[in-house]
Structures are given as structure tokens and as C-alpha cells.
């Protein structure tokens, strides 16, 4: 069963690490949020939005009930967890494609450029809104630099109560 997991890992990765580079541009687009109501500590770097919170940055669109970020004494954001009933993700991609998330809990770490999809996970991809892939995992990783992306069940020694991985691989329309 290992073996079986490496190899659909090892499928995912190729098939996904050559076109899943986000828009160049993203990172260099001022960053907005809307929210019900805000909470900034400006000592500790922390920002916390409740209420509708959406959150947008170039292609980037972030929605949930409840966003935390911390960020350095620069103001530049190190760490965004995103919490609530689903929290939802969307990115354009440089081959415009779009990578969609959701999760009960995202975390993103910029320093590190990782998606963490914890509690009822989801990842699609998709162009011109056919989906090409898609993903549900109790646990999902998204490195948003390499487009790669590791899905498992959440728990240690690989524990079935935490649910299973399941994927849809779609095949690419034949070329007339």
C-alpha cells in the first residue's frame, strides 16, 4: 500500500510541478482585506479578521469566518491562517489555469510559500472551468512556488478513522 501511494504521489508531482506556477504578478499586487470587524496588535505582528474576511492580492482570492495574520516588524505577512466552516482559496496561474482550495483550516506560510489544507481538505485544478484534477484529503500541502502537492490522512502511522485520499485524474481532450 506504501508503494501504491509513492507512485500516485510520484504521478501527481510530474503532472502537476511543470504548469502549477502561480501568476508571476500575484506577489507584487497590494494586498486587501474585508472583514465584519479587525483586531491589530502591532507589537506582537498580529491581525485578526472576523466576519465575511475576504482577502485578495492580485489573481489570489481567500475567503472565511476567520483570518489571523502574523506579520514581521517590516509589515510584510509571514504566516495567514484562515478558520471556519469552509474556508475557499483561488489562484490564476502563469498557463491560466486556476488552483481552487478549501478547507475547515488553511494556513499559509509566505516564508515558505505552503498551502496547509487541514479538516476536509479539497484541491482543483481546472482551465476554462473544466476541472482537470481534484483532490479530497483530511490533510493537503500545496507549494505554491513548485506546484506540488501531497495529500494524506492527517494522522500518524497512516490511520484510516482520519478518512481516505481520493483523486480524479482527467484525461486531456484529443487534439483534432
Do not use: W
Not at 60 to 66: D, G, M, S
Not at 138 to 150: E, F, H, Q, R, V
Amino acid at each position: 500500500m506504501k508503494f501504491r501511494n509513492i507512485l500516485l504521489l510520484f504521478f501527481m508531482a510530474l503532472f502537476l510541478s511543470n504548469s502549477a506556477l502561480a501568476l508571476s504578478t500575484d506577489r507584487e499586487q497590494p494586498i486587501n482585506i474585508e472583514a465584519n470587524t479587525a483586531s491589530i496588535d502591532n507589537i506582537k505582528g498580529v491581525a485578526i479578521y472576523e466576519g465575511d474576511v475576504i482577502v485578495t492580492q492580485g489573481s489570489i482570492r481567500l475567503t472565511a469566518e476567520k483570518v489571523t495574520l502574523n506579520y514581521s516588524k517590516k509589515q510584510e505577512i509571514e504566516k495567514l491562517i484562515a478558520e471556519g466552516k469552509i474556508a475557499r482559496f483561488n489562484q490564476r496561474l502563469d498557463n491560466g489555469e486556476d488552483i481552487t482550495a478549501q478547507a475547515k483550516l488553511m494556513e499559509y506560510n509566505a516564508l515558505k510559500s505552503m498551502l496547509y489544507l487541514k479538516r476536509a481538505a479539497k484541491l482543483q485544478k481546472s482551465k476554462n472551468g473544466i476541472n482537470s484534477y481534484s483532490s479530497t484529503a483530511p490533510y493537503i500541502t500545496y507549494d505554491t512556488k513548485a506546484g506540488l502537492i501531497k495529500a494524506n490522512q492527517g494522522g500518524r502511522g497512516g490511520s484510516r478513522k482520519h478518512g481516505r485520499i481520493k483523486m480524479t485524474l482527467k484525461p486531456q481532450p484529443k487534439k483534432k
